[in-house]
Nanobody, 117 residues
Framework: QVQLVESGGDLVQAGGSLRLSCTAS????????MGWYRQAPGKEREFVAA???????YYTDSVKGRFTISRDSTVNTMYLQMGDLKPEDTAVYYC???????????WGRGTQVTVSS
């Protein structure tokens, strides 16, 4: 059983930046696809970004050019660098992983990101 643990959520002003991290408990997880989903209050959970083991990246349109996903397989950790944050980015952000795209097999507990206007 793999565990995904997120960190880095915070309260930030609009236009600011934040970096989320997600660490997998299993070393072999470096071969899995990892990603981020988010859920805003009263809304459905939505895909944000994903990254394959070969480095290929995917983003939802609303974050392209503002968010960057990356991973460091040596420490089993994935990152989401978020810039030019907007109030509509406010949500609980979930780390996910799986062997197929989009990654939805394993989920973290989430980390809260709040962007104030």
């Amino acid at each position: 059983q793999v565990q995904l643990v997120e960190s880095g959520g915070d309260l930030v002003q609009a236009g600011g930046s934040l970096r989320l991290s997600c660490t997998a408990s299993r070393r072999t997880y470096s071969s899995y696809i990892m990603g981020w989903y988010r859920q805003a209050p009263g809304k459905e959970r939505e895909f944000v970004a994903a990254i394959r083991s070969d480095g290929r990246k995917y983003y939802t349109d609303s974050v392209k050019g503002r968010f960057t996903i990356s991973r460091d397989s040596t420490v089993n950790t994935m990152y989401l660098q978020m810039g030019d944050l907007k109030p509509e980015d406010t949500a609980v952000y979930y780390c996910t992983g799986g062997s197929s795209y989009p990654p939805q097999t394993h989920w973290g507990r989430g980390t809260q990101v709040t962007v104030s206007s």
